[in-house]
């Protein structure tokens, strides 16, 4: 029986920010924890609509969150009854954003969200771009950020559900927020990919999900040996984050 079932949306249109880095690090960290893990990949009219303990949405251009977004939309049900069965969801980017109210943009109409979030995003030509350091009740979120998304928590949401405070870089969710959580759901802007660099949040995710299987997730000296790697390189962002800063992508 497997212990843990992950399952990824539109690899092909939303994994350009090596969004299946994210997907690894789950299963990794899930095997290493004694647990079995399988992978799936459900891409554009796919049939299949398995049970998920974990599904990953990852990022891409506009013109693959337009493309994948009726698809999406055709799996509400599927989403709805994931949820009620404790899945988490992991968002990035544009994946996130699909799993908002409410996508404004620059070049035509407004993109219906899912509404799993209660925010709504504004696509701008203030582009976001460099190091990323947040505060969270997990510890430091550290990355990069590539993106003109502002996000902006809708009327009576609960503060509760920022999940970072920016202390470098700039963020997502203004004034100084980075990444929201709400019933399961984590919408994120920070890229790297994020897990890889996060072990702490990677390992949120999985108690989260192997909890509501009734079992339980435990790390040992395998997850610290890879830990090791993931704290040098998050050494390295924040020294960097408090000098270096970036108007766009550079080589």
Do not use: C
Not at 13 to 33: C, K
Not at 173 to 185: I, K, R, Y
Request: proline share 4%.
């Amino acid at each position: 029986m497997t212990d843990l079932q992950i399952v990824q949306l539109y690899p092909d249109l939303l994994g350009v920010t090596g969004d299946r880095g994210n997907v690894d690090v789950l299963a990794t960290r899930a095997r290493l924890a004694g647990l079995d893990a399988a992978i799936t990949s459900i891409g554009m009219a796919d049939a299949a609509e398995p049970d998920a303990d974990v599904i990953v949405i990852g990022n891409g251009p506009l013109s693959a969150l337009r493309t994948v977004r009726d698809d999406l939309f055709g799996r509400r049900a599927w989403l709805s009854r994931q949820r009620e069965a404790g899945a988490v969801i992991f968002a990035v980017g544009a994946g996130a954003e699909l799993l908002a109210a409410n996508v404004r943009v620059l070049d035509g109409p407004d993109i219906e969200g899912l509404g799993l979030v209660p925010a709504t995003v504004a696509r701008t030509r203030d582009r976001r771009v460099g190091y990323i350091v947040a505060e969270t009740r997990d510890g430091r979120l550290v990355g990069f950020e590539d993106h003109a998304s502002v996000w902006t928590l809708q009327p009576g949401a609960d503060p509760a559900i920022r999940y970072g405070t920016v202390v470098a870089g700039r963020g997502s969710l203004d004034p100084a927020g980075e990444t929201v959580v709400v019933d399961g759901v984590y919408a994120t802007n920070v890229q790297g990919p994020a897990l890889p660099l996060n072990p702490q949040l990677a390992d949120a995710i999985l108690r989260t999900a192997v909890a509501k299987r009734g079992g339980e997730y435990d790390t040992g000296a395998a997850h610290a040996q890879i830990d090791d790697y993931a704290r040098h390189a998050r050494a390295e962002i924040e020294r960097r984050a408090a000098s270096k800063h970036f108007t766009a992508i550079q080589l």
